[in-house]
């Protein structure tokens, strides 16, 4: 099926275990197109299993930008994905192939979409200062500090979240302005595209049950293996925003012998069904969108066919 002229980008967004990368597929298998991962646990090598990445198989056919594209050790900012993002776009328009955003990171499609408030630029100097802070401090007592400084960022934050909390507390180091206050002034790196959004949301009890599923046949399928060869990496450790993705941390802390298996995963579980949960929140306020419950091809096609969708 032709669509004449390109000059649009599908956001095709959904939360965890929804089905998104099928229907993605399946659009491509009718309009010629180009496939760009919105997801911010794809892009690590080495995280394969736990993270649902698309098959070795799956992405020989069916290629996706943006997976695969840094270790698990390296930091890897919105700016860098916008970035990516928009020279994969350009360059499917220029072939004539329909972008395809897919994922379910919204910090990244929002900032596509809205662009980015101006921050101060990072130091080696400031830098080096809030990660000696972390190490003498440790995050939960700078969330706490962040708290005071910035509330709205700090009610966003996980105390855990050790990287956003010190950038957090470095950006009003840097410019005496919160966070919270400069992300309010967006206006960089919009995308300057026509959007057409897709929302594919199972019903909640559905996507529970997959997630369960899901899970369970992880664990069958290595995903403890998975884990054990990335602890055997001395770069790597849970503050890491990698080690913070859904499921690793949780067995991460089942080999250090915080808890029984069982426990890490009823606990992994719980966890992904809460991202799921934050993911449908999201995903209920774009209202402009085409919802669909489950997989429905013709609807989408015509959809995307319609000069005023």
Same mark, same amino acid.
């Given at each position: 099926?032709?669509? *004449? ?20 597929? *399946? ?120 708290? *005071? ?113 069982? *426990? ?46």
């Amino acid at each position: 099926m032709a669509i *004449e002229p390109i000059n649009f980008v599908v956001f095709l967004m959904g939360p965890t275990a929804s089905g998104k990368t099928e229907l993605a597929i *399946e659009i491509s298998k009718h309009i010629d197109s180009k496939l760009i991962s919105v997801d911010s646990a794809l892009i690590y090598r080495g995280m394969d299993i736990g993270t649902a990445k698309p098959g070795k198989g799956t992405l020989e056919a069916h290629p996706h930008e943006l997976v695969d594209i840094c270790e698990p050790e390296d930091s890897f900012s919105v700016t860098e994905f916008i970035s990516l993002a928009k020279k994969h776009i350009k360059s499917a328009l220029a072939e004539g192939k329909l972008p395809i955003l897919v994922g379910g990171t919204s910090f990244y499609f929002n900032a596509l979409e809205h662009g980015l408030s101006k921050l101060p630029a990072s130091t080696d100097e400031s830098r080096k200062h809030f990660n000696n802070l972390l190490k003498i401090e440790g995050s939960a007592k700078l969330h706490s500090k962040l708290v *005071e400084i910035d509330p709205k960022s700090a009610a966003r934050i996980h105390s855990n979240d050790s990287q956003r909390i010190t950038r957090a507390l470095e950006v009003f180091h840097l410019s005496g302005e919160t966070l919270s206050k400069l992300q309010g002034k967006k206006n960089q790196h919009k995308l300057d595209l026509k959007i057409k959004k897709i929302v594919l949301m199972p019903e909640r009890a559905e996507l529970h049950k997959r997630i369960e599923q899901r899970f369970i046949q992880m664990i069958k399928d290595g995903f403890l293996d998975e884990v054990e060869a990335l602890r055997n990496n001395t770069k790597l450790n849970l503050d890491l925003a990698s080690m913070r993705c859904v499921g690793y941390r949780q067995a991460w802390n089942y080999f250090e012998g915080s808890y029984s298996k069982k *426990e890490m995963i009823e606990k992994a579980i719980i966890a992904t069904r809460q991202l799921c949960k934050r993911q449908c929140t999201w995903l209920r306020d774009e209202d402009k969108a085409l919802k669909l419950k489950q997989i429905e091809i013709e609807k989408v096609l015509k959809f995307l066919q319609e000069r005023d969708a």
